[in-house]
């Protein structure tokens, strides 16, 4: 847990840093895929340790190691336990707290994590679409760094449960 605690913290410090970088018209478009990419490649990687912590932590079997899941799988596998995952974190009392009125994974934090499955395809699959132009580069390159601080932020990566 603490490994993973300082990996969320790592790439919080580091969306900021790139988020306030953006805001240079001095960075080149190269720097600004780069964001992109090193961003969301980290969070998947987070996200998959992090289901691999809840899993392990509360006993819900895994059907496939979550390292070969692609992102939109690990997104479902959330949705489909995500009551599951609730009911374990709110035996403690942190979690009854902290979860009283919402599940582990929100619906917003559901759309929020399809927002990003999206970007981050266009990023690494249909990049002529994702980076058109200069500002579409950056204004993808805003919206999927933003939407990660905003998963980030979610109960699901507080690990205090």
Same mark, same amino acid.
Request: with cysteine.
């Given at each position: !847990? ?7 913290? +790592?790439?919080?410090? /580091?969306?900021? %840093? %790139?988020?306030?970088? $953006? ?7 190269? &720097? ?10 980290? =969070? ?12 392990? #932590? ?5 059907? +496939? ?5 692609? $992102? ?7 949705? +489909? &336990?995500?009551?599951?995952? #609730? ?29 990003? #499955?999206?970007?981050?395809? %266009?990023?690494h699959h249909h ?13 993808? #390159?805003? /919206? ?6 905003? !998963?980030?932020?979610?109960? =699901? ?5």
């Open positions: !847990m603490p490994c993973i605690a300082n990996k969320v913290a +790592q790439l919080e410090s /580091d969306i900021a %840093r %790139r988020l306030a970088d $953006l805001q240079s018209e001095e960075v080149k478009p190269s &720097h600004v895929i780069g964001f992109a990419s090193t961003s969301v490649d980290a =969070f998947e990687v987070l996200l998959r340790e992090t289901i691999a912590f809840y899993a392990d #932590t509360y006993g819900i079997k895994l059907d +496939q190691d979550p390292s070969s899941c692609t $992102l939109g799988q690990l997104v479902e596998w959330l949705q +489909q &336990h995500n009551q599951q995952l #609730t009911s374990c974190a709110r035996k403690s009392s942190a979690g009854l707290e902290r979860l009283a009125n919402r599940r582990l994974v929100s619906p917003a934090d559901i759309e929020c994590l399809n927002a990003i #499955t999206k970007l981050r395809n %266009r990023l990049i002529d679409d994702f980076a058109r132009d200069d500002v579409a580069r950056r204004r993808n #390159t805003k /919206d999927l760094l933003g939407r990660i601080e905003e !998963m980030l932020d979610s109960p =699901f990566f507080e690990l205090t449960f």
